[in-house]
């Protein structure tokens, strides 16, 4: 996990921010291999005992960036670290995507298929997935099943139900955890507003009458 963004001095110094500002959390990962990877931003606002979790986005192509973006709700001392991690489910669907298009077979695929069929029941059988589970367990009955054509295997794994339950709630592996680093939230007007000090020697003065006089110099 390299070049974590927001940092001020490699984290020496906080970085800042303001109420409902969206803040861009930006870091590189990458891993040794072929195998694809994930990050999310782990994140706790002032005050609070558990930590809220946003999955981060590849950034530009080749550049091994991911990217996310989080808003602090309040005034005070927020923290933050990225977590990165090997992506199982995303190795297996780049790999079975790219050798369903090359033309392989059924019986060259046979492991490829029980792979991902492991991986979705590994994936249900998680706890407070009730809701996800049938999706889940019915794509990995679909790629066991010998009786069906090859497309009808792997399509249920592949359609967007499942994509976006494992989008949302990843299978993680070697999971590492960077550093943490702090932001200070600010109140909005922070962001623009500007502090001025009066110096009386700038002005006139007043006269007898009490009224200002215009200042003629320096």
């Given at each position: 996990i390299d070049e974590v963004t927001p940092a001020v001095s490699c984290g020496k110094y906080p970085s800042k921010a303001v109420v409902g500002e969206q803040l861009p959390v930006a870091a590189t990962v990458w891993r040794e291999g072929h195998d694809a990877v994930g990050a999310t931003v782990v994140w706790r606002g002032p005050g609070n005992t558990a930590t809220s979790?946003?999955?981060?986005?590849?950034?530009?192509?080749?550049?091994?960036?991911?990217v996310a973006t989080v808003v602090p709700?309040?005034?005070?001392?927020?923290?933050?670290?990225?977590?990165?991690?090997?992506?199982?489910?995303?190795?297996?669907?780049?790999?079975?995507?790219?050798?369903?298009?090359?033309?392989?077979?059924?019986?060259?695929?046979?492991?490829?298929?029980?792979?991902?069929?492991r991986l979705l029941e590994r994936a249900a059988r998680r706890p407070g997935h009730q809701v996800s589970r049938a999706a889940l367990?019915?794509?990995?009955?679909?790629l066991r099943d010998t009786g069906r054509r090859l497309e009808e295997r792997v399509g249920p794994a592949l359609s967007a139900p499942v994509m976006e339950i494992l989008a949302a709630e990843p299978l993680r592996d070697l999971i590492t955890k960077g550093p943490s680093y702090k932001v200070w939230v600010d109140r909005p007007r922070a962001l623009f507003s500007s502090w001025?000090?009066?110096?009386?020697?700038?002005?006139?003065?007043?006269?007898?009458?009490?009224?200002?006089?215009?200042?003629?110099?320096?």
């Open positions: 979790q946003v999955r981060m986005r590849p950034g530009p192509p080749g550049s091994d960036q991911f709700d309040r005034v005070g001392w927020w923290g933050f670290r990225v977590d990165a991690w090997a992506d199982p489910w995303g190795t297996w669907r780049h790999a079975i995507e790219v050798k369903v298009e090359a033309g392989q077979t059924e019986a060259e695929l046979q492991n490829d298929l029980i792979t991902g069929a367990s019915a794509a990995a009955a679909a001025y000090e009066f110096f009386p020697r700038s002005t006139g003065g007043w006269d007898t009458a009490g009224h200002p006089v215009p200042c003629t110099g320096w």
